[in-house]
C-alpha cells in the first residue's frame, strides 16, 4: 500500500521559515520523481515543486522560486521542502505527491499557516 505522510507544518510569522517532510513508503520511492504541491483556502491545487528520482533535477513554480527548496533523501526515502521567507499567500495545505506536477497518490497533507 502506497503511503505518504507529511509533517512539519505549523503557524510561523511573515519572513520565517518551516521544514516539511514526506515519508514514503509502500512502493520503490528512489526510482519515483516526487513534487510539492498546496491548496489555499477555498482554492484548487497548486503545483509547488519537483524533482527528479536521483535529485539531480529540481522545478520551482514562479511564486516559489528562490524561497523554496525541494530535496530528498533516497536511503531514508523521504522529501522535503524547506519554505523560508514565507509570506500569507503561502497559507495553505502542502501535500507530497508521487510524479511530476503532482499528478501521482497524494499524502493528507501538512497546514502551513503564515500569520502575524
Known amino acids: 500500500e502506497v503511503q505518504l505522510v507529511e509533517s512539519g507544518g505549523g503557524l510561523v510569522q511573515p519572513g520565517g521559515s518551516l521544514s516539511l517532510s514526506c515519508a514514503a513508503s509502500?512502493?520503490?520511492?528512489?526510482?519515483?520523481?516526487m513534487s510539492w504541491v498546496r491548496q489555499a483556502p477555498g482554492k484548487g491545487f497548486e503545483w509547488v515543486s519537483e524533482i527528479s528520482s536521483s535529485g539531480d533535477t529540481r522545478a520551482y513554480a514562479g511564486s516559489v522560486k528562490g524561497r523554496f527548496t525541494i530535496s530528498r533523501d533516497n536511503a531514508k526515502n523521504t522529501l522535503y521542502l524547506q519554505l523560508d521567507n514565507l509570506t500569507t499567500e503561502d497559507t495553505a495545505k502542502y501535500y507530497c505527491?508521487?510524479?511530476?506536477?503532482?499528478?501521482?497518490?497524494r499524502g493528507q497533507g501538512t497546514q502551513v499557516t503564515v500569520s502575524s
Open positions: 509502500g512502493f520503490s520511492f528512489r526510482v519515483n520523481p
Open positions: 505527491a508521487t510524479g511530476y506536477r503532482g499528478t501521482g497518490f
